[in-house]
T-cell receptor, first 116, second 114 residues
Framework: EAQVTQNPRYLITVTGKKLTVTCSQN?????MSWYRQDPGLGLRQIYY???????DKGDVPEGYKVSRKEKRNFPLILESPSPNQTSLYFC???????????????FGSGTQLSVL | GDSVTQMEGPVTLSEEAFLTINCTYT??????LFWYVQYPGEGLQLLLK?????DKGSNKGFEATYRKETTSFHLEKGSVQVSDSAVYFC?????????????FGPGTRLSVLP
């Protein structure tokens, strides 16, 4: 079954304690991206990756890191979480079609993060 | 930069009522347009899409037409069901800016009452 898998589903942590949210897709997609969802703000892009070892900042990258060492995995790292990073996070992936234009995004089920 | 504006809601309707959720966009290129739906506790999933002007996307009784002249992509359904209760996101994808090209609106929460 084609899917994007995020873990954990829920996470409660304290300020400053490093954490990683994992994301894995089994569709051999080139493009992967992280979003955060906040009430009234919709989805905002944090980081994206066009392919292995190719990553770039989205609209709200401050306080986050990512890596893309393998095509299927795209972990989101919070080196020193702060309360303003409390949010619902989504990983997404998509096939890269080049000149054919954009494919739809496949989303994971989300990670609800609370930073105390 | 590119942006998407949609009515924020919440929208509350009775079962079998007609639904319209407005969406307008600004983009520098020639975007593809999408509606995504998020059911409670789940991630977003594609509802329908349109890739060029005058295209109509449709799925599960929902429709939206890509109107370049009014830069709009309004979502409609003739008769909503309780199971349609969800948050609906309008989005665009601009091929001129591939990596950051999925831009989402703020979402519209729909509640359908029996």
């Amino acid at each position: 079954e084609a899917q994007v898998t995020q873990n954990p589903r829920y996470l409660i942590t304290v300020t400053g304690k490093k954490l990683t949210v994992t994301c894995s897709q089994n569709m051999n997609h080139e493009y992967m991206s992280w979003y955060r969802q906040d009430p009234g703000l919709g989805l905002r892009q944090i980081y994206y990756s066009m392919n292995v070892e190719v990553t770039d900042k989205g609209d709200v990258p401050e306080g986050y890191k990512v890596s893309r060492k393998e095509k299927r995995n795209f972990p989101l790292i919070l080196e020193s979480p702060s309360p303003n990073q409390t949010s619902l996070y989504f990983c997404a992936s998509s096939r890269w079609t080049g000149v054919e234009g954009s494919e739809k995004l496949f989303f994971g089920s989300g990670t609800q993060l609370s930073v105390l | 930069g590119d942006s998407v504006t949609q009515m924020e809601g919440p929208v509350t309707l009775s079962e079998e009522a007609f639904l319209t959720i407005n969406c307008t966009y600004t983009a520098t290129g020639y975007p593809s347009l999408f509606w995504y739906v998020q059911y409670p506790g789940e991630g977003l999933q594609l509802l329908l899409k349109a890739t060029k002007a005058d295209d109509k996307g449709s799925n599960k009784g929902f429709e939206a037409t890509y109107r370049k002249e009014t830069t709009s992509f309004h979502l409609e359904k003739g008769s909503v069901q309780v199971s349609d209760s969800a948050v609906y996101f309008c989005a665009l994808s601009d091929e001129e800016f591939w990596g950051q090209n999925f831009v989402f609106g703020p979402g519209t929460r729909l509640s359908v009452l029996p």
